[in-house]
């Protein structure tokens, strides 16, 4: 099969177009033929060995976690798919190996969820990772129907899901980002303020009482939400362990196929849009990652694999 694979640790020119096996389907597992993946950071600071230290890696890498396509195939006792069915998942497995960017790959039954109908390929195949991640921080954080939360980096392919998210489960949102994406979030029922100097006063201004939980999505910001929630503790932060120093929580997502459904809920209801900034071809893979790199994407980066 086609796939961009790398063979050891390094910047964008590591990552290659090569020919690969196709991939075996253990019991429980599905082989799924990709259709859309979807950009995270994760993915070049995995490739740059920036986690080497947390995760074991068996080289050549096919990165990606994330994954929209059809079932190919399924592996013995695996009934809850068939062939023919159109999926999405977050589809990190135990170690970093066999990733999403290439035709094919093996997906674990428990992270599988239906596609929606109502999003497209790139739309399904960015969801995943990023949507499970704002949704595990917002449960996380015990956030409730009228309380008031902060979100860092709301316009980002994380934030712009989570403040949605936030939303659906009936908080008042206040989000920072830069101020070309405000009138964006002011489509979601956000209340945007923009970042940089002065962010805790412009908090401070909307939210005279403090807020009830801070979710940041990207780091260096522990000072801000401790200086405006009502308990510092209730902060999570997926990209700084800071927040654990002012007792609150650091977070990793997990593939989580019945969450991923709630959220598939959310989009059939017409409570949640999945933004898709751009869409690179799957031998451009470096140049997406490089543009991911910048930090100035508002929502996800898409590669197209096939088209049937």
């Not at 993946?37 to 080289?59: C, E, R, T, Y």
């Not at 066999?98 to 790959?105: D, R, S, W």
């Not at 949704?135 to 860092?152: A, D, I, K, W």
């Amino acid at each position: 099969m086609h796939a961009m694979a790398y063979g050891e640790y390094g910047g964008t020119e590591v990552v290659q177009p090569a020919t690969l096996p196709r991939p075996k389907v253990a019991p429980g597992e599905v082989l799924v033929r990709v259709r859309s993946a979807s950009v995270n950071p994760v993915d070049w600071k995995l490739m740059s060995g920036g986690l080497d230290a947390l995760m074991d890696v068996v080289f050549p890498v096919v990165p990606g976690w994330d994954v929209a396509g059809v079932v190919e195939e399924v592996g013995i006792d695996t009934p809850e798919f068939a062939v023919g069915d159109e999926v999405m998942a977050y589809a990190r497995k135990d170690y970093v190996h066999g990733g999403t960017f290439a035709e094919l790959v093996s997906v674990p039954a428990r992270a599988l969820a239906r596609k929606p109908a109502e999003l497209d390929w790139h739309q399904a195949g960015s969801l995943p990772l990023a949507g499970l991640t704002a949704y595990r921080v917002l449960r996380r954080l015990g956030l409730s129907h009228g309380e008031t939360v902060l979100v860092h980096g709301a316009a980002g392919g994380v934030g712009s899901l989570g403040v949605q998210i936030a939303r659906s489960m009936g908080a008042r949102v206040i989000g920072t980002a830069s101020a070309g994406n405000h009138d964006r979030l002011r489509g979601y029922g956000v209340e945007p303020v923009e970042y940089g100097d002065g962010l805790t006063e412009r908090i401070r201004d909307l939210a005279p009482d403090g807020v009830d939980a801070a979710a940041d999505f990207v780091g260096g910001v522990s000072e801000v939400s401790s200086a405006v929630l009502r308990d510092p503790a209730r902060q999570a932060s997926v990209a700084d362990p800071a927040a654990l120093e002012a007792g609150g929580q650091w977070i990793w997502v997990r593939p989580d196929g019945a969450a991923l459904e709630e959220l598939a809920g959310l989009v059939r209801r017409g409570e949640l849009a999945v933004p898709v900034a751009e869409v690179f071809p799957l031998d451009h893979l470096a140049d997406a990652f490089d543009r991911s790199a910048t930090g100035h994407v508002a929502g996800k980066i898409a590669i197209e694999v096939s088209q049937d």
